[in-house]
């Protein structure tokens, strides 16, 4: 293979990476717990400006950029420090919902905290150098090779190692009894509250181990891209990521891997390469078209996504609950257990 | 003293057009149960067919009723093609959410498609600017103060005094209720989704007028604003967004021009998440509460 085809795959597996990192971690928000986070792309943004800050050393050692910190750490670093920077601002923002809001009413306010986050690191340059944004972040595994496409292949295996991680860890999550009062939480929040879970601790954990998530996804983006800028993390991708898990399947396991390949690599990233036809905002605007209309069309054709989230009947919790035999649906147990019918 | 006077002007003409468009997505999510983020493609949507005639030759003022005309069309074939299927089909308000979020990117991204990101700007009659107490604004800016002004009264009379409006007011508190005291939730529903479908149209308009660019994102950045207005104002009462409107617009000018302008749109959005924070349902709280938006 030439290596502009390699360089091509390359880039289109990290970012397939990327997505999927960040899809798992607005699963465990939306699909497991219920909340839908709107400002969902801030925290990947978080990630990826604490990793530029920590690794590019002092201000103006790197052409006319401003910046606050501006340390220059060595590789797992800042790719840690972006999970707790994220994490910590994802339990901050999460304090928000402390005031319990309708689930609706709460997005559109994470959909403004969100276009406050843009415009503030817009506007006050000193943070992360405002619109221009960071550029010329080093690569962490510079060192090891000069091969410029041997390093793009170590750098997708890098991000598969933290991918396959954060996937494994939210799987933990989601079968643990964690999870079951995180969806308790999702399917009545009254209830939840009633059998005595701690409500505003299960969200405000939701919100610090999602935000962290998404700002590891932040971390090994802006490490390989090199460059972070408000128009990076614009409030739309958000909304790419929840198509995403939308095609895939809400609160399944899988089911963000699926969607994260499906609509945002695909989509996105593949026609970018597309020959370019029509005015130059036209591929863009019908991506954006079709990201529309795949919202509509799933909701309506298939809600639970392609690869739906499992029932869950613990034949044992429901012959002690002295369920009726001959009842035609199941219930899911969670639901039972969150209205109080399993005894626990 | 004379400054301070000066941005209140701008002010009031900002918060003009943001009554028109919050007295209407109030209005839809009185009556509807849900958060249309499809109304700033809508605004978008009118102000281009306002262009189109414009372009075409008709004045400005026929241009907005065509304007408003159509985008009263679309939010009622909204309404009626997609948002009522979906509300039969679910309950859920992620999914009604999403589905207002798709179909806004849909209308936004369909007129960027045919329009390309360029900005465009109608033809005005020769306009003065007009001096009074400090305050400087154009007669056009007048007349969409004056729109605004006028809309509002037809509402409240609306409201008040005819047995829609009435209608409106109670299926927006109690949509039971209401059926079963025998008033027809659809026709009201059709109603209300076509009158604030014009008022989309109104805002959309006079905001091209106003701040004369017009490209596919106009509306919906300036619907941020509308949202934070009908928030603050107490989300579901009309009486609110006006009130709500009047707040945000002039904080937002006043702030623009003391400050620096990049902050305008933060100190409106602090404002609105102050607001979640200490009285989520808002200065009028009657409808907000009864849709159970904070607990």
Known sequence: ???????????????????????????????????????????????????????LGRPGSTGLQTYILGLHLPFPVPLLVSGVVAGLLGVGVGAVTIRRLRADYLAIALLVISLIATDLVTNATGL????????????PFASVTSSSTAYDWIYAAYAGVVCILVV??????????????????????????????????????VFGVGGAIAGLSGSVLVSFTQAWAPSSWLYGETFVLFTALIVGGVGSNLGPVLGALLVPVVL?????????????????????????VILVVFLWFRPTGLIPEPRRVYPRAW????????????????????QGLVAR | ??????????????????????????????????????????????????????????????????????????????????????????????????????????????????????????????????????????????????????????MHLLLRYTRLGKAMRAVAVNERLARNCGIPVRIVADSTWVISGVLSGLAGVT??????????????????????????????SPYGAMIGSIIIGVVAEVSAGFLNPAFKDITSF??????????????????????????
């Open chain 1, 1 to 55: 293979m030439s290596s502009a085809w390699q360089f091509y795959i390359a880039t289109l597996v990290i970012y397939a990476f990327v997505y999927i990192i960040a899809a798992s971690g607005l699963n465990l928000q939306f699909g497991v717990a219920g909340i839908y986070n709107f400002a969902f792309i801030i925290f990947q943004a978080a990630g990826a400006y604490t990793t530029g800050v920590l690794s």
């Open chain 1, 128 to 139: 992360f150098n405002g619109a221009t944004g960071l550029s010329l972040i080093p690569q």
């Open chain 1, 168 to 205: 494994l860890a939210v799987r933990v999550i989601i079968r643990s009894p964690l999870g079951r009062c995180l969806r308790a939480l999702r399917e009545n929040e009254n209830a939840a509250a009633a059998i005595g879970k701690n409500v505003a601790g299960l969200r405000l954990f």
């Open chain 1, 268 to 292: 996105a990233e593949g026609s970018r390469y597309l020959p370019a036809f029509g005015a130059p905002t036209l591929v863009p605007s019908l991506e954006w078209i079709l990201i529309g």
């Open chain 1, 319 to 338: 012959r002690a609950g002295g369920a009726d035999e001959n009842r035609p649906n199941l219930v899911d147990d969670d639901q039972r257990v969150a």
């Open chain 2, 1 to 154: 003293m004379q400054t301070l006077a000066l941005y209140v002007g701008f002010g009031l003409v900002t918060a003009s057009i943001l009554c028109v468009g919050a007295i209407g997505f109030t209005l839809q999510f009185g009556i509807s149960n849900l958060f249309n983020l499809a109304f700033g493609a809508t605004m978008t949507a009118a102000a281009f067919i306002a262009y189109i005639c414009n372009a075409a030759g008709l004045d400005i003022w026929a241009s907005l009723v065509l304007g408003s005309l159509g985008a009263a069309a679309l939010s009622y074939l909204l309404n009626r093609g997609i948002y009522l299927p979906f509300k039969k089909r679910t309950t859920s308000l992620f999914t009604l959410i999403m589905v207002t979020l798709g179909v806004g990117l849909v209308i936004q991204y369909g007129i960027e498609a045919i329009w390309g990101a360029t900005d465009f700007s109608y033809t005005l009659g020769p306009g003065r600017s007009l001096h009074f107490a400090g305050m400087v604004v154009t007669t056009t800016q007048l007349i969409v103060i004056g729109i605004a002004v006028g809309a509002a009264v037809v």
């Open chain 2, 207 to 236: 905001l091209v007028m106003d701040v004369q660019t017009l490209n596919s994102s106009t509306g919906t950045e300036f619907f941020i604003l509308i949202v934070a207005a009908a928030v603050l104002g107490g989300i579901g």
């Open chain 2, 270 to 295: 602090a404002i609105l998440i102050v607001v979640l924070l200490l009285r989520p349902t808002g200065v009028i709280r009657s409808v907000a509460s009864a849709k159970e938006v904070a607990r």
